[in-house]
């Protein structure tokens, strides 16, 4: 059997769906190969522009505090392959990652199956959750929702938790249109939960048509927790009748967020580290620091991957900063330094960094001259270089560095 690290470089670089039509017809011949694992538990699929990780691990959550065996499935992951499948809060191990993913390797080259870095996730999540016994398991959408890989599940529960532009060069350029890919994950007679920025009468026609019952989230502010947080109570609400849960349960589980969403560190001055990384995500991101730090002046490292929408995310930068740095790294889905560089105009207060470490170097080293928050944001893919980047600092400067990620990334 191959090593950990030999089976990661084998699935990251396998073809992405980019590269052919939108179909689930490998997923559902995969899913065959294995008698359809993901049809063993009751599942909860939750899709969305922004907010869908948080929604999935706080249903998670409240499950696992009443002491369900729950299962969750996200991406992308910051630190590590194993965040996307866990169960009970545990990351599955690399011994599993290994066994699975040499059975499935197998099995499909034999067959001659062309399958993609998210298809061959997804039924290792399914796979795993099976062999695990879970009595629930929360999936997230990876991409869309029509002809994501995840969508060959029949759920319990429908989640839309938000509607922006995000991936417009598989999804397209409107909301109307991004809001029928996100609505593909209705199945017929499930019942549906929306957000309060869900275009409702989109989702709405398409649930009616299916028969499925159409819940919306009221709740909206300036903190997107707390939305998250409403949009995650009405779906523990309405399934109460299946998985029994206590009132502290469910606030308990509420109060979990995944690492990155307006994580605040501290080592003598504030860091936030925050994975938005389009339009939407930056206002929100933007209104959260004028609440939370209305007299500092905000510095920015930030990274995007291709085919983000960085133009409206520039615009709301250009309003809020002070000062931009503008970094990439390794992973192929990272954009360019000098294409990120396009967006802003000329005389932004931009600094194009040679890499991920520098910039955050830079703008620690900037900003203690000054009262500032630093602020690293956008692609997920830049988070896990920038704290391991943060926690050499700290060590130089002798203080101490909370963190929820285990700085050892391998992708």
């Known amino acids: ?211 499925s019952p159409l819940f919306r989230s009221a709740e909206r502010g300036n903190d997107y927790d707390q939305e998250n947080q409403a949009t995650a109570r009405l779906c523990l609400s309405l399934i109460k009748s299946t998985f029994s849960l206590t009132s502290k349960s469910i606030e308990d589980g509420l109060q979990i967020k995944p690492p990155c969403r307006f994580e605040q560190i501290f080592c003598q001055k504030e860091v936030i580290f925050d994975v938005a990384h389009n339009g939407q995500g930056f206002k929100e991101l933007l209104q959260m620091l004028l609440s939370t730090y209305p007299d500092h002046n905000y510095r920015f490292v930030v990274g995007f991957s291709k085919g983000k929408d960085i133009s409206e995310c520039a615009d709301i930068l250009m309003q809020a900063s002070c000062a931009i740095h503008i970094v990439s790294g390794s992973h192929s889905r990272l954009a360019s330094v000098d294409e990120i560089r396009r967006y802003f105009p000329g005389d932004a207060q931009c600094f194009l960094e040679k890499g991920i470490a520098e910039g955050v170097n830079h703008a620690i080293s900037a900003y203690h001259q000054k009262k500032e928050v630093v602020i690293i944001a956008g692609s997920f893919f830049i988070m896990s270089e920038a704290k391991q980047t943060l926690l050499r600092i700290s060590r130089k400067q002798d203080c101490q560095v909370g963190s929820s990620g285990d700085f050892s990334p391998d992708y």
């Not at 998670?60 to 002491?67: D, I, S």
């Open 1 to 211: 059997m191959s090593s950990y690290s030999d089976i990661l470089e084998k699935v990251l670089t396998l073809s992405t769906a980019r590269e052919r039509k939108p179909s689930l017809k490998t997923i559902e011949e995969l899913c065959k190969l294995y008698n359809h694992p993901q049809k063993t538990f009751p599942t909860i699929h939750v899709a969305g522009t922004n907010g869908k990780g948080s929604v999935c691990t706080k249903i998670a959550e409240a499950l696992q505090h009443e002491g369900y065996v729950t299962g969750l499935y996200t991406s992308p992951h910051i630190d590590t392959f194993r965040e996307r499948i866990q169960v009970g809060g545990v990351m599955i191990s690399e011994k599993d990652v290994m066994e699975l993913f040499d059975e499935v390797q197998k099995k499909i080259t034999s067959l001659n199956i062309s399958a993609t870095f998210f298809e061959i996730g997804t039924l290792l999540a399914f796979l795993y959750f099976e062999k695990r016994g879970v009595d629930v398991a929360v999936i997230e959408t990876g991409l869309g929702g029509r002809w994501d890989a995840t969508n060959v599940i029949t759920p319990i529960l429908s989640v839309i938790t938000s509607i922006g532009l995000d991936h417009i060069d598989v999804l397209g350029s409107s909301i109307e249109g991004i809001a029928y890919e996100k609505g593909g994950i209705i199945k017929r007679g499930v019942p549906v939960v929306i957000g309060p920025t869900v275009p409702q009468l989109i989702i709405k026609k398409i649930a009616d048509d299916l028969g």
